[in-house]
C-alpha cells in the first residue's frame, strides 16, 4: 500500500515563504499525476497543484503564481514551494498522488492516495 507523508508545515507570517515536502514509499510513475490539495476548517477540499511527467503542470487560480510545484521522481517526493503567503492560504495542505482513468488533476475525488497531511498557518 502506497504511503504518502507530508512535512514542512508550520507558522508564518503574512507575506512569508514555506516549502511542502511530499515522500511517497513507492515509485510513482512520471505519468501519474500528484497533487497538493488544502482544506480549511468549515471549507471544502480545494485543488492547489497538480503536476505529471515534467510540465504538465496545474493551479488553482488562488495560488497561481505565487505557489510552485515540483517533484523528483528519483527520491519519489513532491514539493510546493509557497511564496507570498497570505492569511487565506491558511489550511491543512495534503499530498495526493495517482488519479483513476478520466479524473480531473484538482478535483481532490479523482486520487488513490493521500497523505495525513501538514499544517501551514499564516497570520496577519
Known sequence: Q?????????????????RLSC??????????WM?????????????????????DILYGASVKGRFTVSRDTAKNTLYLQMNSLKP??????????VTTKGAQPLTWSG?????????VTVSS
Open 35 to 55: 497533487g497538493w490539495f488544502r482544506q480549511a476548517p468549515g471549507k471544502e477540499r480545494e485543488g492547489v497543484a497538480a503536476v505529471r511527467f515534467f510540465n
Open 111 to 119: 486520487y488513490s492516495y493521500w497523505g495525513q497531511g501538514t499544517q
Open 23 to 32: 515522500a511517497a514509499s513507492g515509485y510513482i510513475s512520471n505519468n501519474s
Open 88 to 97: 487565506e492560504d491558511t489550511a491543512m495542505y495534503y499530498c495526493a498522488a
Open 2 to 18: 502506497m504511503r504518502l507523508v507530508e512535512s514542512g508545515g508550520g507558522s508564518v507570517q503574512s507575506g512569508g515563504s514555506l
